[in-house]
Each structure stands twice: as C-alpha cells, then as structure tokens.
C-alpha cells in the first residue's frame, strides 16, 4: 500500500505537467519529495493535495513553486580545475575549428555561461563562438541574460577564476554597483539564452562542445538517458561532453557512446 | 534510561547500515568499522562532515584499513551490499526507489551539505524498518531529525553514548529528541555491526 504523501506527491508531479507542461514526473525521487516538503512551509499548506489546489488554480503560486522545484545554485568557474582542463585539454582542439556552437544546457542563473565566456575570450574562441544557454526556469534566464551578480559571491569567484587559469585580473570583466556586479555586455554579445526543457524538448542545434553541469543529479536514470540522448544527438564527431564533478555516464544507457578524455573531471568525448 | 549494551536476540534483519558523524568523526569510523571482515554483506553508507573542499581522501584512507570496498558516491551508482560509501564533499546523498544514490546541491542542512538528516530521512523512506542508522560523535545538530525519522519507519536507531563521544553536542541532540535504540560505546558499535550482518544473512 503507498503511502499518503506519495500518492500525493505523484498527483502534484502529474497535475503540474498537465496544466503547465514542466515535467517533473522523472526527477530523482528523493530530492523533488524534499523540496516539495519545503515548498509546504512556505506556502504554509498541510498537505501536498492542498498545494496542488493551490497553484492548479493559480498560476502565479505555480511560478513561486517553480523556484523552489529548481535549484538556483551555482558558482562562477565551480570547480576551477575543470576550467584548468578544459583550458588545457580542450581549448586546443576547439582552436581547430572556424566556428564554435557551444550548448549550456540547465544554465540557471548565467554564472556557468559567464565563465565560459571569460575563458573562451582569453583564449581568443568567443568571436567565433556562438553559446546557446539554456534553461526551464523563466527567472532563473532574465537573470542570467542580466548577468548581475551579488557582489558578496564575487571574492569567491575571483579565487576560482585564478585558480582556474584565468589571465587577468577578474575585476576587468565586470563593473562595482552598490553590492552588485554588472557583467562586461559584450561577454553575452554571442549567447543566445532559451526556454529548453530536457525533459520535454527536442534537439536544436548542431553542437561542438555541450556542458551541462549538476543539472542531471536531479533526474532519475530514465530522463538522464533522454538527456544524454539529446546530448549525442546534438553534438558533432568527436564532440566534448562537460559534467559536474560526481556525475557520470556509466551508469547510463550511453557509456559506450562517449569515451573520457578526462575522467576526473568528467570531460567526455563522442565516439 | 540508557542502554548500554544490546539484546542481540531482539535484533531485527536490515537491509543497508547508514552512518552520521562530524567532529572526532574520523577516529570513531575507524573505530566501529575495525572488525568488519572480507565479504561483509551489507552496505554502509556514511556521511561525515568535512571542509568544503573538491576532493577528499576519506575513502582512500579507508580502503587501506578496512577488508571491504570503500569508495565515494558516484551520482545514479547502484548500491552495492558489502560495500563501505562515503558521501563526496559538497554534495548530499539520497537512496533512490530502485536503491541507486542520487546526489543534489541544495542548500545546506544545519549548514552541513553533505547533510545526515538528508541521507538518514531518504534511507529511511526506502528501507523502511529494514534499516540501521547510527549516529555518532560531532559537534552539530545534524541527524537528530533523520534518525528520528528513521525511527518512525520503524528502523533500528543507534547513538554513541555522548559520555564516550569526542564531542557530545550530536548524540546529545539525538537523545533529547527521542529514545533511540541502543545507547552504546563505539566497540559496542563495532560488534553490533556484525551481529546485524549475521542475522540478516543467516
């Protein structure tokens, strides 16, 4: 017999993907559970089938939800040494190429894209690159396409961005306001930031590189197999692959169809 | 009251051991997983608190010491009885339906990520009473929540008598929230564990 709270976190999942059409339905079954026990407290309602009335009915407490659904959590240059990598490993087979189409897809609030941008810039590749940022969350892609970040983060980024092979000092990218950063505007000249949903939507462009990065923990093994799917589907002949630090293929339907050109910092390439 | 040794006749068969500690944490693992033997068959899950740093060398210093397999979660990896997993730092861990881990970055829990209460709560709702879960010395409230829902699905808790533990504050909080289980000191720890790995595969 199920309990309660999973049969009505299944109703939630399921009504949320009729009326609005964001498909939650395989997401990682722990994780979406707690958020929604979150999502309890804030909207300060008892049960699960009485938040499904609530943004059911009303599609603003819909976009609240959808905030604490998706985790805004993200760093410039997370993880500097696989921007090192990627500088040392990467940059020089992409420097091969006349043009670059480069996806980040689950881009969230930008810092992913930005970082990408700065590197690709000092390495002389952003001209000739074209970045398609992508992500489910509306709010999450107008900050992203701001590209205004809190000032209070920006230490930590700078430590990243040094660590991270970084050939400048990082304050030239990006102008002091009050407690803001306001990003250099031509770092996003080239990006194209979209509505994109891995769950739902389909391949849309030919891709050289794709990095998709602590995206994929919140799927289950059914949607991070659509998800890779899309991934080979778009990438070119010997395309990169970037995942987050513990995220992996092998336990995919796809781990033949990719090798690891670096497999500590998970930098996979087609096969 | 406080139990200070365990009735093995009323111990029940589990499924998966998970694991709690912060501060004085290392030693204490050591500690409860000395007697473990080759082909130990079930699997122990251990989140213990560590700096925020990428990579740790927690599961290679244990796959020195102990006989079993040691290694630090990978995200979707099945688990594997017999095998010893560390949470990777930065990250917490769930145990899935289809008891594979999944790992997230969501905000911090009594700002630990990994957090216990995370991997204890989602343990606890996949194992059911089929689980075990100790908590152990540390200097946080982190897994007094967790191992009371571990309780309420009706697994075996176990907290490390604080008088013993390095730092008291984590057992503690446990205790003032519930009775748990068994109330033991570490070698009381390590021999449980392999009472409940006999009778689970007797």
């Known amino acids: ?42 909207f300060d309602c008892k049960t699960i089938s009485a938040l499904q009335e609530r943004v059911l009915h009303d599609p603003l407490a819909f976009m609240q939800l959808l905030q604490l659904l998706t985790i805004p959590v993200s760093e410039m240059f997370r993880d500097p040494e696989h921007f090192l990598a990627i500088r040392q490993e990467v940059v020089p087979i992409l420097k091969t190429y006349p043009s670059l189409k480069i996806w980040v897809a689950g881009c969230s609030t930008g810092e992913e894209v ?39 983060n920006i230490r930590a980024y700078t430590h990243n961005y040094q660590k991270s092979g970084g050939q400048r000092s990082f304050a030239d ?14 770092l996003s000249d080239n990006v194209t930031f979209a509505d994109h949903s891995l769950a739902t939507d389909s391949v849309f462009s030919e891709t ?48 033949k169809q990719f090798s690891p050109l670096l497999q500590q910092e998970r930098i996979y390439r087609k096969l | 009251m406080t139990v200070k040794d365990v009735d093995i006749t009323s111990l029940r068969p589990v499924n998966a051991i998970v694991v ?7 030693e204490a693992l050591l500690t409860i ?57 930065g990250y917490h861990v769930s145990v899935e339906r289809d008891r594979s881990f999944s790992l997230s970055r969501e905000e911090r829990v009594h700002y630990s990520r990994p957090s216990i209460d995370y991997l204890f709560e989602s343990a606890a709702d ?8 100790i908590l152990l010395t540390g200097a946080n409230q982190d897994g007094a929540q967790g191992l009371d829902t571990v309780k309420q699905q009706g697994g075996l808790t176990i907290v490390q008598d604080p008088d013993e533990a390095l730092v008291s504050t984590m057992p503690q909080a446990a205790l003032d929230r519930f009775q748990p289980d068994c109330i033991l000191p570490l070698h009381g720890i390590a021999r449980l564990l392999v009472e409940l790995e006999r009778i689970e595969c007797n």
């Open chain 1, 208 to 255: 050289h590189l794709i990095s998709c990065r602590n995206v994929l923990i919140y799927f289950n093994k059914t949607l991070q197999n659509r998800a890779f799917g899309l991934f080979h589907e778009s990438l070119c002949h010997r395309g990169f692959l970037m995942l987050g630090s513990k995220e992996t293929l092998d336990f995919s339907d796809y781990s």
């Open chain 1, 173 to 186: 990218y990006y102008t002091a306001a009050y407690d803001y950063a306001i990003f250099d505007k031509s």
């Open chain 2, 20 to 26: 709690g500690a912060s501060a004085g944490g290392v």
């Open chain 2, 126 to 133: 996949v194992y059911q009473h089929a689980l075990a879960a």
């Open chain 1, 1 to 42: 017999m199920q309990r309660n709270t999973d049969i009505e976190l299944r109703l939630l999942i399921e009504a949320i993907y009729l009326k609005y059409s964001y498909d939650f339905r395989d997401y990682s079954g722990a994780s979406i559970k707690r958020r929604v026990q979150h999502a309890l407290r804030q």
């Open chain 1, 114 to 152: 930005y970082s990408m941008a700065i590197l690709l810039r000092e390495e002389g590749l952003l001209d000739r690159s074209i970045i398609y940022a992508t992500d489910i969350n509306p709010r999450s892609l107008e900050k992203a396409k701001q590209g205004i970040f809190s000032m209070e």
């Open chain 2, 33 to 89: 997983f000395a007697a473990l033997k080759p082909g130990y068959r079930l699997p122990i899950i251990v989140v213990l608190h560590l700096p925020d740093e990428r990579r740790s060398q927690l599961a290679a210093v244990f796959a020195r010491r102990l006989p079993i397999p040691v290694k630090e979660v990978d995200d979707k990896e099945p688990i594997v009885p017999g095998t010893l997993y560390f949470a990777p730092p």
